[in-house]
């Protein structure tokens, strides 16, 4: 299973990025698909995530902030985010979840955002 995350990079405070996970899954739509992040010295933490049903969640530090979408037809998972702030640099993770024996993650994408 390849999970490839791309868009990263380096924004101003107040800016907006949209990173893509591109993925090899079979049955994608049954997957929970999810961004993580994790910042230097810090745990990885959960940003977003969008369940088979259509179920999303946000992480309160970035809920009407960030938006999560899915396209099942092409098998990738995107992470719209706007307002950008300092606290949101970290490296995100694109992840794919079934089960415990059943969970994937990206290489990761570097998300930078200066004051």
């Known amino acids: 299973v390849q999970l490839q995350a791309s868009g990263g990079g380096l924004v101003q405070a107040g800016g907006s990025l949209r990173l893509s996970c591109a993925t090899s899954?079979?049955?994608?739509?049954?997957?929970?698909m999810g961004w993580y992040r994790q910042a230097p010295g810090k745990q990885r933490e959960m940003v977003a995530i969008?369940?088979?049903?259509?179920?999303?969640d946000y992480a309160d530090s970035v809920k009407g902030r960030f938006t999560i979408s899915r396209d099942n037809a092409k098998n990738t998972v995107d992470l719209q985010m706007n307002s950008l702030k300092p606290q949101d640099t970290a490296v995100y993770y694109c992840?794919?979840?079934?089960?415990?024996?059943?969970?994937?993650w990206g290489q990761g994408t570097e998300v930078t955002v200066s004051s």
């Open positions: 992840n794919a979840f079934r089960h415990r024996y059943s969970n994937y």
């Open positions: 899954l079979t049955f994608f739509s049954i997957w929970t």
């Open positions: 969008v369940k088979s049903d259509g179920f999303i």
